[in-house]
């Protein structure tokens, strides 16, 4: 049965032109037709974590992202390298999700892509540890480093690269195939 499934789009990068964002809106249009995204735009509008508000509502900037996360059946997440780890607005926001626990069992991909050639592999890993510890299903199927992206990428977000594209469509798969 192919029903729809609700994606939440999440950006690692607070930049207007950031090629992750682009990306990630790329990914979008590749999706097959029983993904429904939405974006989520909040990142900037995160209070910097802090435990003592961590209550069980917390800040309504955090009610509404924990609130997307819980509605979705799965994420996907596109994030740059920001000085070899996790941008800290995107990590900020996983970290209002530790204690609260919608990321248990929600499927996600993880995309980190970057113009240097090693294509963001210590933010990768990092995210990749933070999603585990907080229980989310990501597959090696589900994961993928991106290197040169600006040279995969055009600047109005064409990927520009088959092999790229074809990546994107197997992950974009493997996250509907989880979602059942």
């Known amino acids: ?7 939440l789009a999440i950006s690692g990068s607070l930049r207007q032109s950031s090629s992750n964002t682009l990306l990630m809106n790329a990914m979008i249009g590749l999706a097959p037709s029983q993904l429904i995204f939405t974006t989520y735009t909040g990142l900037g509008d995160l209070p910097h974590f802090n435990p003592d508000l961590d209550t069980d509502h917390g800040p309504l900037p955090v009610q509404s992202l924990r609130t997307q996360i819980d509605g979705a059946d799965g994420v996907l997440i596109c994030s740059p390298e920001y000085g070899n780890g996790v941008p800290g ?7 209002w999700i530790v204690s609260s626990g919608e990321f ?20 990768n890993e990092s ?26 990428l055009s600047k109005d977000g064409t990927i520009t690269d088959p092999a790229l594209k074809q990546s994107l469509k197997s992950i974009l798969q493997a996250l509907q195939q989880a979602c059942y």
């Open 104 to 123: 248990v069992n929600k499927p996600t991909a993880v995309i980190t892509a970057s113009p240097s050639p090693l294509g963001g592999n210590y933010a």
């Open 127 to 152: 995210l990749l540890l933070t999603l585990q510890m907080i229980n989310a299903q990501v597959s090696q199927q589900m994961a993928l480093t991106i290197p040169h992206i600006t040279l995969k």
């Open 1 to 7: 049965m192919n029903h729809p499934f609700r994606i």
């Open 89 to 95: 607005a995107l990590k900020n926001a996983l970290d």
